[in-house]
């Protein structure tokens, strides 16, 4: 089992910025594909950034591309989502999660781990 906490959401005006963390405890945490979702009302949990196990790749979803980043530090088993220049249509509760697996990790279905979400709201 991997138990996964985030934190770091909260509210912020357009044009702002918040670093999301997500602090991982239980099995080895580099072993872990890690991903960002989020989910707005009414929609569906949608794929936002994705980190490879060893942090040398990166993946993003295209309407975040140039403004999110999200990295990982191993010794600290945490990984970060920073975001800047953000818009009232990122306002959404974000997760995090882990998967093992090293393929399709923009899709949510393959991540075994979720946490319990943080709430991130962007006023215009």
């Known amino acids: 089992q991997v138990q996964l906490v985030e934190s770091g959401g909260g509210l912020v005006q357009a044009g702002g910025s918040l670093r999301l963390s997500c602090a991982a405890s239980?099995?080895?945490?580099?072993?872990?594909?890690m991903g960002w979702f989020r989910q707005a009302p009414g929609k569906e949990r949608e794929f936002v950034a994705a980190?490879?196990?060893?942090?040398?790749?990166?993946y993003y979803t295209d309407p975040v591309k140039g403004r999110f980043t999200i990295s990982r530090d191993n010794t600290k088993n945490t990984v970060y989502l920073q975001m800047i220049s953000l818009k009232p249509e990122d306002t959404a509760v974000y997760y995090c999660?882990?998967?093992?697996?090293?393929?399709?990790?923009?899709?949510?279905?393959?991540?075994?781990?979720w946490g319990q979400g943080t709430q991130v709201t962007v006023s215009s």
């Open positions: 999660a882990a998967t093992s697996a090293s393929w399709r990790v923009t899709t949510r279905y393959i991540y075994d781990y």
């Open positions: 239980g099995r080895t945490f580099s072993n872990y594909v």
């Open positions: 980190i490879t196990r060893s942090g040398d790749s990166t």
